[in-house]
C-alpha cells in the first residue's frame, strides 16, 4: 500500500471481537467476530459470526458479552470462518479498538492453522481518542457518550461495538483531518499497531537519522506535537535511543538547545542539503 495517501483512498476494516477471556497465549479462544467495511465513510459490507471456541465460556466473561456455551455450540469454529475473514480484510486498513488486543487473538488463532498473522496497515481507534480528547474515561461507551453517539442498546457484543467504534473514528477523522493528519503513513506512525509495516516505517526513519549523525546533516522535520498540532523544526541530530517501547530522536534546535521527539511522531523528513 501507498503510505503517502490519504488514508480515506482505502477500504477501511473496523472489527470487534467477544472472547473467553483476555489472554489467546494462555488458552482463551474467540466466541464472536462483527466487522464493516467502510469506503467513503460508507458502510458498503459486513462480516458477522459466532465462533464456537471449543472451550467452555466462564462466568466471568459471560456476565460481560452474554454469549452462551448454548448459543456457540453449533457456530463455525475459526477454522471453518478463517479464510472469509481473511479474504473480507483484503487490501483494507483495519481498525479496532485497543487493536493490540483483537489483533493477538486473531493472530494468535491464524498460527494455530499454521497460517501466517495479519500483515497489514493496522491502526488503534483507542491510541487515536487518547491522544486528541480529554475525558476521565476512555472506554469505547465513554468516547462515544463524548460525541453524542447512541449506546442505548448496550456494548460488548461484536456487531455493535465495531458499529460504534466505526461511528468513533469517523467523529476522530474529522477531528485529525482539521489538524492536517491524512495520509496513511502519518496513522501508522502516530496509532499503528507495532507489527511489520509500523516497524519497516520506523526503522527507515531510524536508518535516515543515523546517517545524519554520522554526517553531521542538518534536517527539517515535520512532527506532531505534543500538543497536537503539526510543526516543523530545523534539527542536528544527535542520537537515536530506545526508552521503553520507544525510540526516540535526541537533537539539537538552530539555537543549539537540545531536546527529544518521539520517532513515531515524527511524519517527514526534509534535507535540507
Known sequence: MDLTKDIECFDLVVFDLETTGLDAVTGDSICEIGAFK?????????????????????MQAYNIHKISEEEV?????F?????KFVSFLD?????????????????????????????????????????VLELPRYNLDSVARSFDID???????????????????????????????RNLGEF??????????????????IDIFNLAIKERTVFKIKHFSS??????????????VLEGKHFYLLCQDKDKDSFSIRVSRILKIINLL
Open 91 to 131: 487490501q483494507s486498513v483495519i481498525f479496532a479498538y485497543n487493536i493490540k488486543f483483537d489483533m493477538s487473538f486473531i493472530n494468535n488463532h491464524l498460527g494455530k492453522l499454521n497460517q501466517p498473522s495479519l500483515e497489514l496497515p493496522a491502526v488503534d481507534i483507542l491510541s487515536m481518542a487518547r491522544n
Open 73 to 77: 455450540k453449533n457456530a463455525p469454529c
Open 227 to 240: 500538543n497536537n498540532v503539526i510543526e516543523e523544526k530545523e534539527v542536528l541530530p544527535l542520537r537515536v
Open 151 to 181: 449506546c442505548s442498546q448496550g456494548l460488548h457484543r461484536a456487531l455493535y461495538d465495531a458499529s460504534i467504534a466505526c461511528q468513533v473514528l469517523m467523529k476522530l477523522f474529522c477531528i485529525l483531518n482539521e489538524k492536517g493528519i
Open 79 to 83: 477454522e471453518d470462518v478463517a479464510d
Open 188 to 205: 501508522v506512525s502516530l496509532y499503528g499497531l507495532n507489527n511489520e509495516i509500523f516497524k519497516e516505517k520506523e526503522e527507515k526513519k
Open 38 to 58: 467502510v469506503r467513503n465513510r460508507k458502510i458498503i459490507d459486513k462480516f458477522h459470526s459466532l465462533i464456537n471456541p471449543k472451550r467452555s465460556i466462564p
